[in-house]
């Protein structure tokens, strides 16, 4: 059998080896692990946010104006705009 100056066989080495190996492969998945539950739970964050719903209300007793309801309103109340639905 092998033995060094310190008295440790090969077999203890190769187990000492193995088992650094071992812990490395053991944090290296813990961490792998930690990240997939952080995009887990990044993913179902996003598809939980509020979405902002568009329909247009046709109201039929002013005469049958549309109003655009959420979303993106494009005209605004600038002076131009005002001046644009007055004519």
Partial sequence: ???DSEGTTL?????KELKAS????FIAFLVMVVVEICTVAG???YISLPTE???VDQDTDSGGDNYA???DYSYGTTEDNVQEEKQ
Wanted: glycine share 10%; proline share 0%; hydrophobic share 50%.
């Fill in 1 to 3: 059998m092998y033995m």
């Fill in 11 to 15: 077999a203890t080495e190769i187990f």
């Fill in 22 to 25: 071992a812990r490395r492969w």
């Fill in 43 to 45: 993913f179902l964050w």
């Fill in 53 to 55: 719903e568009y329909y």
């Fill in 69 to 71: 309801v959420g979303g």
